[in-house]
């Protein structure tokens, strides 16, 4: 993901007017200033998500391909916050584990799934 920006829950939450407006789906901040007008659902319903995290939102009303497809063309970049929860989550579930000195990290979760993975395939 190079090239990437990384979008702060500040700027996210800082871009929720009309005429500037951020949203984020999936992890990802999108700028969706110009597709409030044609939105078939309203503005009303994108204003109501406006600086915070709408993936619910938009996943509970069944988006067609088209509307991922327009969705693309307004992205800015991935949102910190998704990167936050996505390390709590791996440590919460053992992924990782934090050894030694602080910021020294061993990945545990690949190697016990490549041991897993060995174990099934020679005792199956």
Same mark, same amino acid.
């Given at each position: 993901?190079?090239?990437?920006?990384?979008?702060?829950?500040?700027?996210?939450?800082? !871009?929720?007017?009309? #005429?500037?407006?951020?949203v984020l789906?999936?992890?990802?901040?999108?700028?969706?200033?110009?597709?409030?007008? &044609?939105?078939?659902?309203? #503005? &009303?319903?994108?204003?109501?998500?406006?600086g915070k #995290?709408?993936?619910?939102?938009?996943? #509970?009303?069944? !988006?067609?391909?088209?509307?991922?497809?327009?969705?693309?063309?307004?992205?800015?970049?991935?949102?910190?916050? !998704?990167?936050?929860?996505?390390?709590?989550?791996?440590?919460?579930?053992?992924?990782l584990a934090?050894?030694?000195?602080?910021?020294?990290?061993?990945?545990?979760?690949?190697?016990?799934?490549?041991?897993?993975?060995?174990?099934?395939?020679?005792?199956?």
């Amino acid at each position: 993901m190079s090239g990437t920006k990384t979008i702060s829950l500040e700027t996210l939450k800082a !871009h929720t007017g009309r #005429d500037d407006l951020y949203v984020l789906i999936s992890g990802k901040v999108y700028n969706v200033t110009k597709f409030l007008d &044609e939105h078939p659902g309203g #503005d &009303e319903v994108i204003l109501a998500e406006a600086g915070k #995290d709408a993936t619910e939102a938009f996943e #509970d009303v069944g !988006h067609s391909d088209e509307a991922r497809d327009i969705l693309k063309g307004c992205t800015l970049g991935i949102s910190m916050v !998704h990167l936050s929860s996505l390390a709590t989550s791996m440590v919460k579930l053992g992924a990782l584990a934090l050894v030694g000195k602080p910021g020294e990290v061993i990945y545990l979760f690949p190697l016990a799934l490549f041991g897993a993975i060995l174990a099934y395939r020679f005792l199956a």
